[in-house]
Structures are given as C-alpha cells and as structure tokens.
C-alpha cells in the first residue's frame, strides 16, 4: 500500500464499478478523493458517505462541464479519468448520436481534462486513463465504435506524455479486460464467449484494475509514461 495522504485526487466517473473501486482505493490510501458522476446520484452519496470523498453531478459529454470540474478541483496530484460508455450492435444499423456521444465520453473527455488538469499539476503528477483491452484487439463484430474510442487513448497517452514529461507528470492507460460491473456482469450472457478469448477464464475484479492504478500514481512509477498498461487474463494475448 502507497500512502497518498496529502495527494490530491479527482475520478471522473467514480459512481459504480471500476471508478467507484478506484475512489476506495486512493480513500483507503489517504487520499484527499473527489469524483464526478452523471447519473447514479444515490450510488454516488453512499459511495462518498462511506469513503470521505466528495460526490460531484458532472457530465463527461459535455466539454465545458469537464473543463470547469477539473479545473475546480485543481491543482491536482492525480487525475483518474475513468467515466465511459459502451455502444455496440451493427455499425449499419447503430444509432449515430449514441456513437457520437460514446466518442465525446470516452475521447474528448480525456483528453481535456488531462490537458486542463495538466495547467496546475505540480511535477511529478500524475493522469491515468481507463482505455481497454479492445483498443489492442477486438475479436468479434459490432465493437468497432468502442474499439475505435480506447484506440485513440493510446495516442492521447504517447503524445501527451512527451508533452508534460519535463515536469515529470506521467500519462498512463490502464486497458482492462472483461470486468465485473454493471457495464459487463461477470453473470451476464457475453462471459462465456469473452472467456473463451482468455487464458485466465474469469472477469477482473474492480479492486484489481484499482491496484493498477495505485501502482501507476504511486512513487515506483514515476518513470512508467506514454504507456499502456493490460490486465486482461490474456485476452489480448
Ligand atoms: P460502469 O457502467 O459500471 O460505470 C461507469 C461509471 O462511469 C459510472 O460511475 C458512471 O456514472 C460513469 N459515467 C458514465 N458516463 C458518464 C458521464 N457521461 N459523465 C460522468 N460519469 C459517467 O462501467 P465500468 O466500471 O465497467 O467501466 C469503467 C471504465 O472501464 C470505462 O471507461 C469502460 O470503457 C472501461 N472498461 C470496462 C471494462 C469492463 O469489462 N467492465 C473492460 C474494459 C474497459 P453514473 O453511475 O452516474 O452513470
């Protein structure tokens, strides 16, 4: 276990799932956590009652509201941007606004408040982002939207990390594999197909992927950058 007392740390999406595993971990650690929801309102107040951190109604689709949260919250020590959405079904027949909008969540978010959050980070900061497994690979059909989306924060993570690398801030992407959450139950009826693709035949657990992330803001990783990081059973193996 780091001890991040007197770090800094803003989750975007921290509600549920991944992002409200991530939020425990940094509390855990002593971190100083605040996280934004869209909205699971009752999700966040439990979550923020149980762990001391502070719930704020933000939606990552929307540029400005990104913008003026992490710039709120700054200066940051860390910065987890974690919030996604998933749309997949055939590119032929796909809602084009829902694509869209999954894009301006899971593209345009990222990079802006990593760029805002950079302004006032002090050096060694640090900016992870939760990309996926399937920005490497996408096995079957009807992925190409999100595939496309976690792709495109590999470029975000190799460029901005030459950009802020002299302050010795690092830009990292956790790309995880299928994990237990509302997103993707470990029960839900695409497991066992997901399975079949792993060497380690079960789902991530949330607390997991937060492990990763603790590594990635803690002090070992202060020259981990511009790098993608997997934990996937082998799903892209
Ligand atoms: P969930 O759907 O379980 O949780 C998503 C979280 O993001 C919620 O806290 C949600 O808030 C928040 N969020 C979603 N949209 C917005 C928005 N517009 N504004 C603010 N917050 C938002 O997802 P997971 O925990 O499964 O996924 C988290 C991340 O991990 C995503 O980026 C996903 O793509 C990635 N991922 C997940 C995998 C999996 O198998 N679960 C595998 C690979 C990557 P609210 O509750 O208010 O809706």
């Given at each position: 276990m780091t001890d991040f007392s007197n770090k800094k740390v803003l989750v975007l999406g921290g509600s549920r799932g991944i992002g409200a595993a991530i939020v425990r971990?940094?509390?855990?650690?002593?971190?100083?956590?605040?996280?934004?929801?869209?909205?699971?309102?009752?999700?966040a107040q439990v979550l923020a009652g149980e762990t001391g951190s502070r719930a704020i109604r933000s939606d990552a689709a929307d540029r400005q509201a990104v913008i003026e949260v992490v710039s709120g919250e700054g200066p940051l020590d860390i910065l987890v941007v974690n919030a996604g959405a998933l749309v997949m079904g055939d590119p032929l027949t796909l809602d084009a606004d829902a694509v869209d909008r999954m894009i301006d969540i899971n593209v345009r978010?990222?990079?802006?408040?990593?760029?805002?959050?950079?302004?006032?980070?002090?050096?060694?900061?640090?900016?992870?982002?939760?990309?996926?497994?399937?920005?490497?690979?996408?096995?079957?059909a009807g992925g190409a939207a999100?595939?496309?989306?976690?792709?495109?924060?590999?470029?975000?993570?190799?460029?901005?990390?030459?950009?802020?690398?002299?302050?010795?801030?690092?830009?990292?992407?956790?790309?995880?594999?299928?994990?237990?959450?509302?997103?993707?139950?470990?029960?839900?009826?695409?497991?066992?197909?997901?399975?079949?693709?792993?060497?380690?035949?079960?789902?991530?657990?949330?607390?997991?992927?937060?492990?990763?992330?603790?590594?990635?803001?803690?002090?070992?990783?202060?020259?981990?950058?511009?790098?993608?990081?997997?934990i996937d059973g082998g799903f892209a193996a």
């Open positions: 971990r940094f509390a855990h650690d002593g971190a100083t956590v605040a996280f934004t929801y869209a909205g699971s309102h009752d999700a978010a990222p990079y802006h408040a990593a760029v805002e959050a950079a302004r006032r980070m002090p050096d060694g900061g640090r900016i992870i982002v939760i990309g996926s497994t399937n920005g490497d690979r996408m096995p079957f999100y595939a496309l989306t976690k792709s495109a924060l590999q470029g975000l993570a190799r460029g901005l990390a030459r950009d802020f690398g002299a302050r010795g801030i690092t830009v990292n992407i956790i790309q995880p594999g299928p994990t237990d959450t509302d997103m993707n139950p470990a029960d839900g009826p695409m497991s066992a197909m997901m399975h079949d693709f792993m060497a380690i035949k079960r789902h991530a657990t949330g607390e997991e992927i937060a492990g990763l992330a603790a590594y990635l803001a803690g002090p070992e990783a202060g020259i981990v950058t511009g790098a993608m990081h997997t």
